[in-house]
């Protein structure tokens, strides 16, 4: 069973404060995505990751950056965040790019920017 | 682009009915499907998937679909509910391209008792 695992589940910051939500994966997949979801929208895609050191755009990527340092690890940096950045966010990893490959998510962040 | 449409934000039905969830997506070549679970709380979690072969793919919980190309349609049924399947169900497609996995809004399912 895959594991991913996202820190903090809830975050409450202000607009123009700086936020990092963390995303860890302990079954080796190579790939890791970020979205985020919010009424009427279902999931959309920020970031997307295929190793260490890479980075790939997703559909949404304004005001975000995104950090992947190990195969474990995919960070979300919001430096300057705004109220339209409140929403509710998950991680996701798969082991290959296929198409037929399922994501594993993990259980959200929530982030309220007032 | 491809997309995907759940017409139904919200169904409600009662313990022991048949369901039906509606999927419709919009891709031009050969899709791949998929629909999630999200229990309250909980990320995502895949019920099944479908490429190619039968039409009718079998998932867990006793959930099925069926992937009908004349009506670019995915719909997912399960023949008798229980309250447990209380959830959000999203349909899914990718076209093929790594990291393009588009979502629908979303269907929000309560079963009475």
């Known amino acids: 069973e895959a594991a991913v695992t996202q820190s903090p589940r809830n975050k409450v910051t202000v607009t123009g404060g700086n936020v990092t939500l963390s995303c860890r994966q302990t079954?080796?997949?190579?790939?890791m995505y970020w979205y985020r979801q919010d009424t009427g929208h279902g999931l959309r895609l920020i970031h997307y990751?295929?190793?260490?050191?890479?980075?790939q755009i997703g559909d949404v990527p304004d005001g975000y950056k995104a950090t992947r340092t190990t195969q474990e690890d995919f960070f979300l940096l919001l430096e300057l965040a705004s109220p339209s950045q409140t929403s509710l966010y998950f991680c996701?990893?798969?082991?290959?790019?296929?198409?037929?490959?399922?994501?594993?998510f993990g259980p959200g962040t929530r982030l309220t920017v007032l | 682009a491809q997309s995907v449409t759940q017409p139904d934000a919200r169904v409600t039905v009662s313990e022991g009915a048949s369901l039906q969830l509606r999927c419709k997506y919009s891709?031009?070549?050969?899709?791949?499907l998929f629909w999630y679970v999200q229990y309250p709380r909980q990320g995502l979690q895949l019920l099944l998937k479908?490429?190619?072969?039968?039409?009718v793919v079998q998932g867990v919980n006793g959930f099925e679909a069926e992937f009908i190309k004349s009506n670019s349609s995915f719909h997912l049924r399960k023949a008798s509910v229980h309250w447990s399947d209380s959830a959000v169900y999203f349909c899914?497609?990718?076209?093929?391209?790594?990291?393009?996995?588009?979502f629908g809004r979303g269907t929000r399912l309560q079963v009475y008792a």
């Open positions: 996701a990893s798969s082991r290959d790019w296929g198409d037929y490959a399922e994501q594993f």
């Open positions: 079954n080796s997949h190579n790939y």
């Open positions: 990751s295929y190793g260490a050191g890479n980075l």
């Open positions: 891709y031009s070549g050969t899709p791949y």
């Open positions: 479908y490429y190619s072969g039968d039409p």
């Open positions: 899914a497609v990718s076209a093929g391209v790594v990291g393009q996995l588009t």
